[in-house]
């Protein structure tokens, strides 16, 4: 039976990447890429070739039964995300259920995400992490959904766009201003930051800058 690779791939620094995973885009015979265009950029560093097919969010479920068939023609194919690990917050669900249904091998490749990336430099205490990605965009069920969270014992990460993090800090505060957090911006980019504190004391640094670019995760701390 042929094989789908799920390659991890780096969030950031291109060199954060494993051998194993180098290998894996070397051998195989396809790489699906969540944007070739952006998948060039790696494998242009990494000085692999190869046959690309596309497979986004939003043609996932179309494009899966075509990965199905070159498996079934005996090609061996690696998908791969925009950046991190395929399917944490990013496409791939899809196309596993549909080659898991067609009982060909589906294997992990391990490697770098924000979640992990970010927990590590926390210095949060407790054992359990729930990740939550983005949040649902409308007002209301956003607020709803933060309420569950900040409710919790645990701590919780979620991910947002420089678009809409001072929106969210503030909806934060607003439910618990003393509420400890650790924002992280561009891990692993050249402008890499870590912001903490309470989430008033965030929510300040973030709305005093006059422009905010960058990828953001956020761990909350759980209720103590």
């Known amino acids: ?3 789908l690779y799920m390659v991890a791939t780096p969030i950031g620094n ?3 990447i494993t051998y194993r995973a180098v290998e894996v885009l070397k051998n195989v015979d396809i790489i699906a890429c969540e944007d070739t265009r952006q998948s060039m ?6 000085g692999i070739k190869k046959h690309l097919i ?3 969010a939003r043609n ?18 690696a998908y ?7 399917v944490l917050s990013d496409p791939g669900s899809i196309l596993i259920q549909a080659v898991r249904k067609s009982e060909h091998n589906i294997t992990p490749i391990p490697g770098p995400n924000a979640f992990g990336a970010l927990v590590s430099v926390s210095g949060f205490v407790g054992k359990t992490v729930t990740f939550e990605g983005f949040l649902p965009q409308k007002s ?7 309420d569950e969270l900040l409710s919790r014992e645990e701590s919780f990460i979620i991910y947002e766009s420089p678009y809409r993090i001072v929106k969210l800090l503030g909806e934060l505060a607003e439910i618990n201003s003393e509420r400890h957090l650790l924002l992280g ?13 309470t989430s008033a004391e965030v929510l300040e640094n973030m709305s005093t800058r006059t422009t905010i670019k960058g990828e953001f995760a956020i761990l909350v701390a759980g209720k103590e």
Do not use: C, W
């Open 185 to 197: 911006r561009e891990i692993t980019k050249n402008f890499e930051e870590f912001i903490q504190g």
């Open 60 to 77: 996932e479920k179309n494009s899966a039964p075509g990965v199905v068939k070159l498996l079934d023609e005996g090609k061996d194919i």
């Open 14 to 16: 291109l060199e954060d």
């Open 140 to 146: 209301g069920k956003r607020k709803k959904r933060l």
């Open 54 to 56: 596309s497979v986004r």
């Open 1 to 3: 039976m042929s094989t």
């Open 41 to 46: 950029k790696l494998l242009n560093h990494y």
């Open 80 to 86: 791969i995300s925009d950046a991190g690990t395929p």
